[in-house]
T-cell receptor
Framework: LAKTTQPISMDSYEGQEVNITCSHN???????ITWYQQFPSQGPRFIIQ?????VTNEVASLFIPADRKSSTLSLPRVSLSDTAVYYC????WGTGGFKTIFGAGTRLFVKA | GAGVSQTPSNKVTEKGKYVELRCDPI?????LYWYRQSLGQGPEFLIY????????DSGLPNDRFFAVRPEGSVSTLKIQRTERGDSAVYLC??????????????FGPGTRLTVL
């Protein structure tokens, strides 16, 4: 499984766009990039998944450059309720094994 | 049910006792995962089931931990001779498929285990 590196913490203000970058230099050809969000006292929740270029859904966008060695989760116009831990995961969960590694994640704190 | 459920929500036990934690996955999800999470840490993978079989149990810390999924739906995580270090939140997740794309895992609320 590809090792990921992401910032330990980030601060932002309500209404701003937040970009969290994850590095995964040894990403394999079949690996996908998946992001989860976790609030205190809850299990993680899936946000977005992508393989290359750009993926957008109703809550976030995921930007993946051509070399796929990093990815950026973009949260538009954050609110206080976006304060959470965000995890970047990389893997194919098949030929590469089924182990899911969350790491420590990025603690995002949104201020009023 | 609409989501993954776990029982009990809280479990307090004494060192050396045996505990069972239950997970009810989303109906139709063949993939089921167990994790444990300590305060301030990300979820730590324990075991993955595809159907009834444990396809990857590489995360189980030692032979005191065991999990079953006899009919391919409900799963039970069993911990023998509990130790204080086993105290954590135990999370269960299920997914329709294990491999991407569209292999998002849906998590339950967790069971908080406290070993005194």
């Amino acid at each position: 499984l590809a090792k990921t590196t992401q910032p330990i913490s980030m601060d932002s203000y309500e209404g701003q766009e937040v970009n969290i970058t994850c590095s995964h230099n040894n990403i394999a050809t079949n690996d996908y990039i998946t992001w989860y969000q976790q609030f205190p006292s809850q299990g993680p929740r899936f946000i977005i998944q992508g393989y290359k270029t750009k993926v957008t859904n109703e809550v976030a966008s995921l930007f993946i450059p051509a070399d796929r060695k990093s990815s950026t989760l973009s949260l538009p116009r954050v609110s206080l309720s976006d304060t959470a831990v965000y995890y970047c995961l990389v893997g194919d969960w098949g030929t590469g094994g089924f182990k899911t590694i969350f790491g420590a994640g990025t603690r995002l704190f949104v201020k009023a | 049910g609409a989501g993954v459920s776990q029982t009990p929500s809280n479990k307090v036990t004494e060192k050396g006792k045996y505990v069972e934690l239950r997970c009810d996955p989303i109906s139709g999800h063949t993939a089921l995962y167990w994790y444990r999470q300590s305060l301030g840490q990300g979820p730590e993978f324990l075991i993955y089931f595809q159907g009834t079989g444990a396809a990857d149990d590489s995360g189980l810390p030692n032979d005191r931990f065991f999990a079953v999924r006899p009919e391919g739906s409900v799963s039970t995580l069993k911990i023998q001779r509990t130790e204080r270090g086993d105290s954590a939140v135990y999370l269960c997740a299920s997914s329709f498929r294990p491999s991407p794309p569209h292999n998002e895992q849906f998590f339950g609320p967790g069971t908080r285990l406290t070993v005194l």
